[in-house]
RNA sequence: GCAAGCGUGGCGGAACUGGCAGACGCACUGGACUCAAAAUCCAGCGGGCUCAACCCCGUGCGGGUUCGACUCCCGCCGCUUGCACCA
């Protein structure tokens, strides 16, 4: 039993103070060795899958943000195991990246130590909360044990073709081979360019003087020290998650998620609608391609753009531009993403000194290069429609080239196309040829007939684009899953076969990057020079790596049979938690709203195709947590000297408080700041519901009975149970602390209290509070845990009022209120609202024009 | 610039499909207990009117719909987040 503790800030005894620190320690050791929340897969019972976005074990340990998500779970999970489902919660670690890496670098301690070490104080930090987590189902995707099935994935992917006919992912080996390839070197680059994983030159962010590639966000910091960064194009595997494209569009239906979530992803995949328009370059036998979503334009695109790293830029360059547009280019290439679309208030551009031929006027329109154009987007060229198109009117009008008219408004009013281009749609005019007119057609059918016209004339086609791009799986780094292929000096490659894996990431001494844009394993002998079992070959492995986002594709998956050595995860196991619709809950940050989020969809499709996983979707239920800022309302930060610590926290105030005080600054999804007296208040909250129970020697208090309570008090007991049973659903914790605290307040002022009501309460309070439940579940003498109780109904007779105030209003203005018979039809209610001292003072010599009664709310009398 | 979301006491926040604005907590004020303090318990706590009752004002600003608007509609202002020329 546990003595009265002394406060923490003074010397002597304090009056009954729930000891915090006693009861959580003993039951989470009560926890750990009774394996309370070990979970087992079990048919005769309805599954919940409740999951987080799984932490990076950084150095820094745990930070008061975490426990805000992981808690909203922790909730849910042990609300849905006392509503009766087997609930799986649970936890691991994300642990292969850049931050462990530049870690090593300067400590050169192994980022695997450093990694194990830090998930241990992950782990002891976790567990102070009190979570429930099984933690026998730990993944942790630095483990050869797991990473080998990442790497099982993406091979599963490089030996995929996507059928776009069957609309889904297929084996390699039954790719068709056009019957002109005959030769078998051939036959494999035909195949290697259907691969799902394949290589491809593709721009990185490169550093001469540091010999190495940056990450995006090393970009600035490197740049700020005098550093040059460029844009240049190199080797990288890449994943063909374009031809997913439609298909997590239109699945995005399937969906619980917030709607910014969903909006978010659909514009990232970007789908427009719109025709490919071939250009024919004056007096040279190319083309360039144009995509455009208004081709019912065509007749006014007055010249065309093409972005700088256009291949055909140095091809159709004329002598005298030559030098222009090269300096150019290389302008551009010293320009991050963020820099060239910053900088370009004013548009800068190029001409080529080429010419081509607009397929539907015949005119010659002049050929420019300019930045705003995108090298990866559509074709990486545009038609100019000047006076149809802001940018392209910005453009013209800086450049002086033509601008001229071929939309009206549609209610015939006149426009200058010359001051301001005219984007909205309309009717067509000045757009006709000799076998095709889109005069007086309105824009979407002035665009049907354009498209057929482009088609029977072999000029184009009707083509559906993306914004959305490949995506680029490779890191020149050594922090991450090695990719499972071999290289031989004659230029063949080998993938790896299944029982070869795992492909142990090599034990190497240093960190930094070889200093050739390649990563450390470039300097490991018995990485890039082996002889390979197999065939005997002289070979290298790859020297990339896999992106930090490769572990967190599927690592929900992996919970469900977390030890298996013949596969990634029984199908039985699959079935059994990821049936119905997936994950029930994911709770995370909203900064994984596209990328985590849109990749573990995309490579759940691909495990869909064939069969491995049993849903189209991984996530049916998201939400996204707030954040916890400072005390100062700004976001923590070492530098601001505003961080909270959560050991700190536990110490002084405890596990249940602060989970509680975490769920009570407000609605989950918004970002609140923290306020250390806040939490004083979830303190004295939980002394009163200990008080409430306990007596100074810890045992049963004697104002604990048997029997019934009185209606009043039995009324607040069920609203209670109702309210928490509605708000755990909805995540709106605030609102149901703030019905606990209703609740304590009415029972702490009755003498007796009901054994049965102070059963539910502690069952109700336990989701939130495990530690001080479980210790007051066993004063109230229950057997068991109170996690494995059966959680309270609540019965909707006892919510029933006898009598309910009524608002009287004169004119809509409140005039007084009464008590009246709870089942008081209206009429009745008019009658004794007519009776009332106020209202008649008010109602006084004057005509009701109108009587509005809403029984159980209000009586409104309208007078003249 | 574009899009979405949000603006409620000294503070964090409540208010279901339009029906008592400010639940609950923090802070503060007064009282009880105490030699005293802490802790605890009780009471008060949007503004105005010298107490109370009564009354008036009040949910970013300006309009509107309605018997009735924090809630719905239109237009501003501010904050937050996301995207940054996507042809």
Not at 104 to 129: D, Y
Not at 280 to 301: C, E, K, M, Q, Y
Not at 369 to 388: E, F, R, S
Not at 589 to 616: C, I, M, N, Q
Request: hydrophobic share 40%; proline share 6%; aromatic share 10%.
């Amino acid at each position: 039993m546990p003595e009265p503790v002394r406060c923490s800030h003074a010397p002597y005894i304090c009056q009954m103070q729930y000891p915090f620190s006693i009861v959580e320690q003993k039951w989470q050791a009560h926890w750990a060795a009774n394996h309370t929340y070990k979970v087992d897969e079990d048919p005769s019972k309805p599954k919940y899958f409740v999951l987080d976005m799984f932490p990076y074990p950084s150095g820094a340990g745990l930070h008061i943000g975490h426990p805000e998500g992981y808690t909203a779970t922790d909730i849910v999970s042990r609300f849905k195991r006392m509503c009766g489902y087997n609930v799986l919660h649970p936890m691991g670690f994300d642990a292969f990246g850049l931050p462990t890496e530049r870690y090593s670098m300067t400590t050169g301690i192994h980022p695997a130590i450093a990694t194990e070490k830090n998930i241990e104080t992950f782990k002891r930090q976790l567990n102070a909360i009190g979570f429930d987590y099984d933690w026998s189902r730990q993944v942790n995707t630095t483990l050869p044990e797991y990473y080998k099935w990442t790497q099982w994935m993406f091979l599963m992917m490089y030996n995929s073709w996507y059928d776009r006919a069957a609309n889904k992912a297929r084996p390699i080996d039954e790719l068709p081979i056009p019957s002109d390839i005959t030769d078998p070197q051939e036959i494999e680059t035909y195949k290697d360019n259907h691969r799902l994983a394949y290589i491809a030159y593709s721009p990185v962010n490169w550093c001469e003087a540091l010999g190495t590639v940056l990450a995006n966000e090393e970009v600035d910091e490197w740049k700020d020290k005098g550093y040059t960064v460029e844009r240049r194009p190199m080797r990288q595997w890449m994943l063909r998650i374009t031809e997913y494209a439609e298909r997590l569009l239109a699945d995005l239906s399937l969906l619980d998620w917030p709607s910014s979530t969903l909006d978010m992803q659909r514009h990232w995949i970007g789908r427009s609608e719109g025709a490919e328009v071939i250009f024919p370059i004056t007096g040279n036998n190319h083309s360039i391609a144009v995509f455009t979503t208004r081709p019912d334009t065509l007749f006014g695109a007055t010249y065309l753009v093409v972005a700088p790293e256009h291949p055909i830029v140095e091809h159709i360059v004329t002598e005298h531009q030559r030098s222009e547009v090269l300096a150019y280019k290389d302008a551009t290439a010293l320009k991050s993403d963020l820099e060239r679309t910053e900088l370009s208030k004013s548009k800068t551009g190029v001409f080529t000194g080429a010419h081509a031929v607009n397929p539907a006027t015949g005119a010659d329109v002049p050929i420019w290069v300019a930045d705003y154009v995108l090298a990866h987007y559509g074709t990486g060229a545009i038609m100019a429609v000047p006076g149809h198109d802001e940018r392209d009117h910005e453009f013209a009008t800086a450049f002086g080239l033509p601008i001229v008219q071929v939309v009206q408004p549609t209610d015939g009013s006149s426009i200058d196309v010359a001051a301001e281009a005219y984007s909205t749609y309309g009717i067509g005019v000045s757009s006709a040829n000799a076998s095709v007119s889109l005069n007086g057609l309105a824009t979407n059918e002035a665009k049907r007939t354009i498209i057929t016209w482009l088609e029977s004339t072999g000029q184009g086609k009707g083509r559906t684009q993306f914004r959305l791009r490949d995506w680029l799986f490779s890191r020149q780094r050594y922090w991450g899953e090695p990719i499972p292929i071999m290289f031989y000096e004659d230029g063949t490659k080998r993938a790896l076969d299944a029982d070869e894996l795992p492909l142990l990431l090599p034990d190497v001494k240093e960190f930094k990057p070889a200093g050739t844009g390649e990563s450390p394993l470039a300097t490991v002998d018995s990485w890039v020079n082996f002889i390979d079992a197999k065939t005997g070959k002289r070979a290298r492995f790859e020297t990339n790596t896999m992106p930090q986002w490769a572990g967190s594709c599927w690592y929900y998956l992996r919970y469900a049979d977390p030890h298996n050595h013949e596969t990634f995860c029984a199908p039985d196991n699959e079935r059994y938690w990821m049936g119905n619709h997936g994950v029930d809950l994911y709770v995370g940050g909203g900064e994984h709203a596209v990328l985590h989020l849109l990749y573990a969809r995309f490579w759940h499709k691909v495990l869909f195709d064939y069969g491995y996983v049993s849903t189209p979707e991984p996530f049916k239920k998201l939400f996204h947590q707030g954040l916890i800022m400072g005390e100062d309302g700004r976001k923590m930060s070492k530098s601001l000297g505003n961080v909270v610590n959560p050991d700190e926290v536990i110490a002084s105030h405890g596990a249940d408080a602060l989970r509680l005080y975490e769920m009570f600054l407000g609605p989950l999804e918004a970002s609140k700041p923290w306020n250390t007296r806040g939490i004083d208040g979830i303190t004295r909250f939980l002394d009163r519901v200990w008080r409430m129970m306990v007596t100074e020697e810890g045992t049963l208090s004697p104002s604990v009975v048997k029997g019934a309570g009185s209606p009043e008090l039995d009324r607040v007991l069920h609203a209670t149970i109702k309210k928490t049973r509605e708000d755990v659903e909805n995540l709106s914790f605030n609102t149901t602390i703030a019905q606990f605290m209703i609740f304590v307040n009415e029972y702490t002022k009755s003498e007796q209290r009901s054994h049965e009501a102070m059963s539910a309460f502690v069952q109700c309070l336990a989701p939130l509070a495990p530690h001080i439940t479980e210790e007051l579940w066993q004063v109230l003498g229950h057997d068991g845990s109170v996690h494995h109780s059966q959680f309270p109904a609540y019965d909707e007779a006892k919510l029933i009022e006898n009598e309910i105030e009524i608002v009287l209003q004169v004119s809509s203005k409140i005039r007084g209120k009464m008590i009246v018979p709870a089942d008081a039809d209206a009429a009745a209610i008019e009658e004794l609202a007519k009776c009332d001292p106020n209202v008649q003072k008010h109602l006084d010599g004057k005509q009701i024009k109108k009587t509005i009664v809403v029984p159980g709310k209000l009586v409104n009398f309208i007078v003249g």
